[in-house]
Each structure stands twice: as structure tokens, then as C-alpha cells.
């Protein structure tokens, strides 16, 4: 079965402070696993995206851990900042070559300020 | 700036009518998908189409049923609402980086 587990469900961050959200999965037909971040009333956008012969991608404060042997991968958001409080779902996609992803099922970060 | 543009963001329906919610995409994407968003279940594929006329069932598409008629747009269709459809449906177009998605549609079926 294609699951991608996603925890925790809800992080409170101070400013400032790491947050790192975590994914697992057990189908080994996935080939691609982006971030995506969504603010409310909008459509969840693409952060950042890791392949699975790379260990970890950086850009900015945001750092993608991906460890294959584990099946699992992460998210850290280094220097936490009010503005990145959203929601942020996790997806790897599927080897089919219709571009089909399957998503975790969220974090809701929040920062204090 | 590519766009996937959802005609409604809000929408009101009663239980038993027919709703058409409109997904438009200008990046000329083979593949677009619909998903429905509910808290605690993340985003679940309902139904999705790579070519005009074709579509393919996702995970959840009991209730629902697709058009693609031209490659820009692609329609979902709630066959005779009901109110475990309340939701935020998401349309979305893939690259081979990643997904579009459109501000989504917030649909209350009453």
C-alpha cells in the first residue's frame, strides 16, 4: 500500500527555534519527495524537493534530511520565523510517469513571536 | 507566473444537487489532479487525468466524476451532493518538479 506517514500532526515553535517535521514510507516506488507549505485560504505551494541519491538539500533555512535505508525523510526549518507558520505536508511520487504524488497528512506549525 | 485557476473559492450547495467545480491551468500540463483536504487527513486524490478524455480514480473517487474535454481545464463533478462532501477541493497541475495547485474551493453542502 502507497502511505507516506507524516508527524506531528500540530508543533509549536519559538522564534528563533528549529522546527523539524518528520515523514516515513514503506512503498520503495517513489522516485521524487518535495515539501509543500501552505498558508491559510491558499493552495499548498512548493518549498523545497529532495531525490533519493542525495542525503540532504539545503536552501535558505530550510534543510531536507533524507535517509533511504530508513525509508524516511524530514524537514527542518532552521531560525523559525512567525511567517513560516502554515501548514506543511510532505509527498513522494510515485514511479508511474503521470507525475501522481502521494501527500502526508500535515503539520501545523505555528511560531510565537 | 504560472496559474491554476479555480473558479470559486467558496461555494454553497444542498444535498442532492449536481456542482461543477472549474480547474484552469495555462502551463499547458499533461497531468492535472483533484484532491479533497480535510483536517487530520491531508490531501487524498479523487480523481486525476495525463491526456484529454482520459482520467484515471484516485483513492476516493466514489461520488465524483471528471471531464477534460480541453487540456487547459479539467472538471470535477459532485453527482448528486451529499454532506460528507463538505470539504476544500484542490486542483492541481504536475511538472515533472512538482505540482500547481490552485487557492482551492471551500464547498459547504448543506
Known amino acids: 500500500q502507497q502511505q507516506v506517514k507524516q508527524s506531528p500532526q500540530s508543533l509549536i515553535v519559538q522564534k528563533g527555534g528549529i522546527s523539524i517535521i518528520n515523514c516515513a514510507y514503506e512503498n520503495t516506488a517513489f522516485d521524487y519527495f518535495p515539501w509543500y507549505q501552505q498558508f491559510p485560504g491558499k493552495g499548498p505551494a512548493l518549498l523545497i524537493a529532495?531525490?533519493?541519491?542525495?542525503s540532504e538539500k539545503k536552501e535558505g533555512r530550510f534543510t531536507i534530511s533524507f535517509n533511504k535505508s530508513a525509508k524516511q525523510f524530514s524537514l527542518h526549518i532552521m531560525d523559525s520565523q512567525p511567517g513560516d507558520s502554515a501548514t506543511y505536508f510532505c509527498?513522494?511520487?510515485?514511479?508511474?510517469?503521470?507525475?501522481?504524488?502521494?501527500f502526508g497528512t500535515g503539520t501545523r506549525l505555528k511560531v510565537l513571536a | 507566473d504560472v496559474k491554476v485557476t479555480q473558479s470559486s473559492r467558496y461555494l454553497v450547495k444542498r444535498t442532492g444537487e449536481k456542482v461543477f467545480l472549474e480547474c484552469v491551468q495555462d502551463?499547458?500540463?499533461?497531468?492535472m489532479f483533484w484532491y479533497r483536504q480535510d483536517p487530520g487527513l491531508g490531501l487524498r486524490l479523487i480523481y486525476f487525468s495525463y491526456d484529454v478524455k482520459m482520467k484515471e480514480k484516485g483513492d476516493i473517487p466514489e461520488g465524483y466524476s471528471v471531464s477534460r474535454e480541453k487540456k487547459e481545464r479539467f472538471s470535477l463533478i459532485l453527482e448528486s451532493a451529499s454532506t460528507n462532501q463538505t470539504s476544500m477541493y484542490l486542483c492541481a497541475s504536475s511538472s515533472p518538479t512538482g505540482y500547481t495547485f490552485g487557492s482551492g474551493t471551500r464547498l459547504t453542502v448543506v
Open positions: 529532495i531525490r533519493p541519491d542525495v
Open positions: 502551463m499547458d500540463h499533461e497531468n
Open positions: 509527498a513522494a511520487r510515485v514511479l508511474s510517469g503521470t507525475y501522481k504524488y502521494i
